[in-house]
């Protein structure tokens, strides 16, 4: 009788999917120092193919990392919801790439105002989120001030690591939009103050 002698990693590959050895290649491309854009290159595939493989592996991003990863995720990719809706249809908030390069936009909708602005999660790859104001609309009165002011607002957590792009995205998907009514209420409260002067 003849014994064979095989490796792990031959009795791993014996079992492992193709999406798995896949999964495994780019993420040891990625570890190996390459960018999304490299393995794009280099593979032929797609921005949201190479996130579905690496986003559930163990990557540290900090938040200069976050700052280049929220842009590619929000609109390179279709994992970011960009469309929200609150109170039942009451409020809604819309997410769209910024005019200015590297920016995230919004528009806040309820039945008594409109606002656009900027929040741009790690911005300038800082571990905060600032919530700018760019136009405002007072639907009762008709005001309406095109004005950009940065007052300083921000959300109350951004996190300062996460251990994979899934992780990533969940904020994106999940906090993110929720924390931005909190300062959005608070330029509304500012605009708002410029219809009584």
């Known amino acids: 009788m003849m014994k064979i002698i095989i490796t792990e990693s031959q009795y791993k590959n014996l079992f492992e999917s193709k999406e798995e050895k896949k999964s495994d290649l780019l993420y040891g491309m990625w570890m190996d120092g390459m960018s999304i854009d490299d393995i794009k290159d280099y593979t032929g595939m ?3 193919q190479i996130i579905s493989y690496l986003k559930n592996k163990e990557i540290k991003i900090d938040c200069k990392f976050a ?10 990719t ?22 200015f390069s590297g920016t995230v936009e919004f528009e806040f909708n309820d039945k008594n105002c409109r606002l656009n602005g900027m929040a741009t999660p790690y ?12 136009s405002f609309e007072d ?4 005001y309406y001030n095109e004005y950009y002011d940065n007052t300083n607002k921000k959300i109350e957590n951004t996190p300062s690591s996460f251990n994979s792009i899934q992780e990533l995205i969940d904020f994106l998907n999940n906090d993110y ?3 931005l009514i909190k300062p959005i209420k608070k330029l509304i409260e500012y605009y708002l103050t410029f219809t009584n002067s």
Do not use: A
């Open 123 to 134: 911005w300038n790859g800082d571990c905060d989120t600032p919530v700018d104001g760019s």
């Open 67 to 76: 700052e280049n990863l929220v842009l590619i995720l929000m609109f390179r």
């Open 177 to 179: 939009p929720k924390q």
């Open 46 to 48: 797609n921005i949201p």
């Open 139 to 142: 639907k009762r009165t008709g």
């Open 78 to 99: 279709d994992f970011i919801n960009k469309n929200y809706n609150f109170n039942d249809g009451q409020m809604f908030l819309n997410l769209s790439s910024g005019g």
